[in-house]
């Protein structure tokens, strides 16, 4: 998003190391210095404003440079929050079976249960050109 707007910023990587011996330690040693309420990554600095969760920041880097990605009236609007989270519900759902020591038990119900959320998504997308309607937002 701050690409494609244009934002001029800096785009600090923290290094770990590979597996299995990851080092999260570059991290962890700066973490707690950046005088945020909520210190994770990703994070924003922006002049008084300092926020960590990806959805606060991609909210605000949008309402500050191009509002309109926000929707332009408040059914817009609603609709922007609410495929925010069927979308972030979406991924969770693909991802979370994963992390399970049963994962391969589990794919017959991830898939159902993914496939119907897809459905819904793609009749909620019909005839529109973007997420939203018809600009992007």
């Not at 924003?44 to 949008?62: G, H, R």
Request: aromatic share 10%.
């Amino acid at each position: 998003l701050l690409r494609h707007l244009e934002v001029d910023f800096e785009d600090r990587m923290y290094n770990q190391g590979d597996a299995p011996d990851y080092d999260r330690s570059e991290w962890l040693n700066v973490k707690e210095t950046l005088g945020m309420e909520f210190p994770n990554l990703p994070y924003w600095i922006d002049e008084d404003i300092k926020l960590s969760e990806t959805f606060a920041i991609l909210e605000y880097v949008a309402a500050k440079y191009c509002p309109s990605y926000l929707g332009n009236n408040m059914i817009e609007k609603a609709h922007v929050v609410m495929m925010q989270g069927v979308l972030k519900d979406l991924k969770t759902a693909a991802t979370k079976p994963c992390l399970s020591p049963d994962a391969l038990s589990l794919i017959p119900l991830c898939r159902e249960n993914l496939k119907l959320t897809l459905i819904r998504i793609g009749s909620f997308l019909e005839g529109k050109r973007f997420l939203i309607g018809d600009h992007p937002v």
